[in-house]
């Protein structure tokens, strides 16, 4: 039913993708019914050392118990040149899309350094089940890292209040 894409490489992308983004996706997963992690998977589009470093952690060994996660090589994929990094994420998402399209009534994307309230997965869950939307946006505040990550460092995520940390660190762009 609904498949979570994250795409990351490299050592600092993989530690912050696992310190806060699939951190709050963890936690957005102990509110759901195990019905729908039985139908859904997590998919990580990264290199294959990158596998590596991902497999060791404690973090994926917990959530391996809970949902499926596929891993989709993209060594060859960052090969291509002249490309930005965020044109090189837009052929990964359009060939996501196109693949999973009819397997999946859900498709979700994250980034590696996206961090969200712990309700947000499940809140949207409740809204595509009672209002059947075609889509739903889920825009992205840039925020002051600096800040969010000496809070992350103090205290356990399911501890702190997302939404107000988001809030009091916008940043100012």
């Known amino acids: 039913m609904n498949v979570f894409f994250y795409s990351v490489w490299g050592e600092n992308f993989i530690n912050n993708f696992l310190k806060y983004s699939l951190n709050c996706l963890n936690e957005n997963l102990n509110l759901i019914s195990k019905k729908n992690l039985i139908t859904s998977k997590i998919e990580i589009w990264t290199k294959k050392n990158d596998?590596?470093?991902?497999?060791?952690?404690?973090?994926?060994?917990?959530?391996?118990?809970?949902?499926?996660i596929n891993f989709v090589h993209i060594d060859q994929l960052l090969t291509i040149n002249n490309v930005s990094k965020y044109e090189r994420l837009a052929?990964?998402?359009?060939?996501?899309?196109?693949?999973?399209?009819?397997?999946?009534?859900?498709?979700?994307?994250?980034?590696?350094?996206?961090?969200?309230?712990?309700?947000?997965?499940?809140?949207?869950?409740?809204?595509?089940?009672?209002?059947?939307?075609?889509?739903?946006?889920?825009?992205?505040?840039?925020?002051?890292q600096e800040q969010i990550i000496n809070e992350f460092n103090k205290s356990k995520i399911s501890n702190l209040n997302i939404k107000k940390l988001i809030k009091n660190n916008l940043h100012e762009s």
Do not use: G, R
Not at 51 to 68: A, C, P, Q, R, T
Not at 104 to 130: G, M
């Open 91 to 144: 052929i990964m998402q359009n060939i996501f899309i196109t693949s999973h399209f009819f397997k999946y009534k859900y498709l979700w994307f994250f980034y590696p350094d996206s961090i969200f309230d712990n309700k947000l997965v499940a809140n949207c869950i409740k809204k595509l089940k009672t209002q059947n939307p075609d889509i739903i946006l889920l825009p992205v505040p840039q925020i002051n």
């Open 51 to 68: 596998e590596k470093l991902i497999k060791k952690s404690d973090l994926y060994k917990n959530l391996k118990k809970k949902i499926n």
